[in-house]
């Protein structure tokens, strides 16, 4: 028999004494200030290399509706779509997202609409802001597929393959299909959005595209990543939440795409 590894992380980085008001500093809030100090550092090298036509203020006015969209339409997006009954029943841990119970389908959405503000603020071009966007995230959502994983949360399928978990209150091994996420949402979205910025004019030629694209690549890899992840809701026509949702996102990129081939745009944030 294989002896399986055993997952007993903490999700805690530091616990507070009992009787304060947070339990803790835990790996999930971890995360977050990790992936935003990543983005903010890749916005400073693409300044320092003369990429973008913003200015410092509007740069850091983007982190923080990024930041903004994110919390918030990721926190509403996973009570609304995932479990909902439950949060009705419990409304105060609607605002508690730093124990986990985060929706990516929803923090496209918040993004989006944080976007869709500053983009109207300052003129700017809604689309080249978006493909800025997409470049700035992949490492957010890497540390926040970790975050999943120390967390014990959104387990794989029972499988018996040699890398199998045996995670808390789970007497079967899983995929790990935290790490799998990681490594397909995260990481081949940070290398696909880099080659495609230092590489190729695509974001200064068709605005948009890059988003597009992006779209669909993490649309079909969230819908192949799932079937080694154990459903956390009800079934949606025989397949996962996440599944579901992702078709539709797909879709988006790839009306998108088809989009931007037909306009160049005008204040456009990436240097022509």
């Given at each position: 028999?294989?002896?399986?590894?055993v997952?007993q992380?903490?999700?805690?980085?530091?616990?507070f004494?009992?009787?304060?008001?947070?339990e803790?500093?835990?790996?999930?809030?971890?995360?977050?200030?990790?992936?935003?100090w990543v983005?903010?550092?890749t916005?400073?090298?693409?300044t320092?290399?003369?990429l973008?036509?913003?200015?410092?203020?509007q740069?850091q006015?983007?982190?923080?509706?990024?930041?903004l969209?994110?919390?918030?339409?990721?926190?509403l997006?996973?009570v609304l779509l995932?479990d909902?009954?439950?949060?009705?029943?419990h409304?105060?841990?609607i605002?508690a997202f730093?124990?986990?119970?985060?929706?990516?389908h929803?923090g496209f959405?918040?993004?989006?609409v944080?976007?869709l503000g500053?983009?109207?603020?300052?003129?700017?071009?809604?689309?080249?802001?978006?493909?800025?966007?997409?470049c700035?995230?992949p490492?957010?959502?890497?540390?926040?597929?970790?975050?999943?994983?120390?967390?014990?949360?959104t387990?794989?399928r029972?499988?018996d393959?040699?890398?199998?978990?045996?995670f808390?209150?789970n007497?079967?091994?899983?995929h790990?299909?935290?790490?799998y996420?990681a490594?397909?949402e995260g990481i081949?979205?940070?290398?696909?959005?880099q080659?495609?910025i230092w590489k190729t004019?695509?974001?200064?030629t068709?605005?948009?595209?890059?988003?597009?694209?992006i779209l669909?690549?993490?649309?079909?890899?969230?819908?192949?990543?799932?079937?080694?992840?154990?459903?956390?809701a009800?079934?949606?026509?025989?397949?996962s939440?996440?599944?579901f949702?992702?078709?539709?996102?797909a879709?988006?990129?790839?009306l998108?795409?088809?989009?931007?081939?037909?306009?160049?745009?005008t204040?456009n944030?990436f240097?022509?």
């Amino acid at each position: 028999m294989l002896a399986y590894w055993v997952h007993q992380l903490d999700p805690f980085v530091v616990r507070f004494p009992s009787g304060c008001f947070l339990e803790g500093i835990r790996w999930y809030g971890c995360a977050y200030f990790l992936g935003f100090w990543v983005a903010w550092f890749t916005l400073s090298i693409y300044t320092h290399h003369r990429l973008l036509t913003l200015s410092p203020e509007q740069q850091q006015e983007l982190l923080f509706y990024l930041l903004l969209g994110v919390l918030v339409g990721g926190r509403l997006g996973y009570v609304l779509l995932y479990d909902f009954p439950y949060y009705l029943r419990h409304p105060q841990q609607i605002i508690a997202f730093w124990k986990g119970g985060m929706s990516s389908h929803g923090g496209f959405v918040g993004v989006y609409v944080a976007l869709l503000g500053l983009s109207r603020k300052y003129k700017l071009c809604l689309y080249s802001l978006a493909d800025l966007v997409v470049c700035l995230v992949p490492m957010g959502i890497f540390f926040g597929r970790l975050a999943n994983f120390v967390n014990a949360e959104t387990v794989g399928r029972i499988t018996d393959v040699p890398w199998a978990v045996l995670f808390p209150n789970n007497p079967f091994p899983r995929h790990p299909s935290q790490l799998y996420e990681a490594l397909g949402e995260g990481i081949g979205l940070f290398i696909w959005t880099q080659v495609s910025i230092w590489k190729t004019r695509c974001v200064q030629t068709f605005p948009g595209k890059l988003t597009g694209a992006i779209l669909v690549y993490y649309g079909f890899v969230r819908i192949l990543l799932e079937c080694f992840r154990e459903p956390d809701a009800a079934l949606i026509l025989g397949i996962s939440r996440g599944q579901f949702y992702s078709i539709f996102l797909a879709l988006a990129g790839i009306l998108l795409v088809r989009h931007a081939h037909k306009r160049t745009g005008t204040h456009n944030v990436f240097k022509l």
